[in-house]
């Protein structure tokens, strides 16, 4: 016996959602006109823990109405609704809940908060610039605090990338402009990509090594089983330091962004 979505449950998945898939990778617009003056749909309300035994992300300790409960529940296109029931190890549902939570966030502050629809390329490298200031992406990873304040912290990164909204860590917008699709500049575009595809490599990491104990927190510094993971860290996100450093000095704007060490010593547990 399935624990469905009602179909009000359903309309105001899609309407919480803005019509836009809450995968911050995707953001696809899931309703739109067709040419007989009809309306084509392709979201999808998935459940987060599956509506009946066996489903990805099945959860026997919740009731039957918890399962068919709008908290339940995430709005998608029909691309990103297969691709999470596809890898439920991958896409749990503390994922899936953050990426509702983001977008619902995200659509609100548009609602409230309207948007110029013009912007230059270099008033969107100045916001992506801003996005990397922050200790998350600064200070050496064994400086940085602690690992769920830098997972976070990398996945508000992606999200701001992908719709222009940029979080704090205790969940304030700090800054609203636009994201990577609003790009004209192909070389810019290419280059964020790149980054965006770099930061989401290190957050598949992130989320392996914390799930099998190898990396954690003690004392405000990241202990690890080796140095091979401290410098993946580290090297990732040097390049895309690099990285934006390069598009936005091709943009006239002097960014000299680089990982610099607090108290002039390394830690190593």
């Given at each position: 016996m399935r624990d469905d979505f009602t179909k009000k449950t359903i309309q105001i998945l899609s309407d919480r959602a803005g019509n836009q898939c809450s995968n911050p990778n995707c953001n696809q617009i899931t309703q739109g006109p067709d040419n007989?003056?009809?309306c084509i749909n392709i979201g999808v309300a998935s459940h987060i823990s599956a509506a009946s035994p066996g489903g990805p992300r099945y959860n026997?300790?919740?009731t039957s109405d918890e399962r068919k409960d709008i908290n339940n529940g995430i709005w998608l296109c029909q691309n990103c609704a297969k691709l999470i029931d596809s890898d439920p190890e991958y896409y749990?549902?503390?994922?899936?809940q953050m990426w509702k939570e983001s977008h619902e966030k995200f659509i609100a502050y548009e609602l409230a908060h309207p948007r110029?629809?013009?912007i230059t390329d270099k008033q969107l490298i100045e916001f992506f610039l801003m996005c990397f200031t922050r200790p998350a992406f600064t200070h050496p990873i064994v400086q940085e605090g602690n690992n769920e304040d830098l997972y976070r912290a990398i996945c508000d990164t992606i999200v701001a990338l992908s719709t222009g909204i940029l979080y704090s860590r205790d969940g304030r917008v700090i800054e609203n402009k636009k994201g990577i699709n609003y790009i004209k500049s192909s070389a810019l575009k290419q280059g964020m990509y790149n980054i965006r595809d770099i930061l989401s490599t290190i957050k598949d990491r992130m989320e392996t090594e914390i799930k099998e104990n190898r990396f954690f927190s003690r004392e405000g510094n990241y202990c690890f089983d080796n140095k091979t993971t401290q410098y993946f860290y580290d090297a990732a996100r040097s390049e895309i330091l690099?990285?934006?450093n390069n598009l936005a000095n091709a943009f006239g704007i002097n960014s000299d962004l680089s990982i610099k060490d607090r108290y002039n010593y390394n830690h190593m547990y």
């Open positions: 007989k003056n009809q026997s300790n919740i749990t549902c503390e994922l899936l110029k629809s013009s690099l990285i934006i």
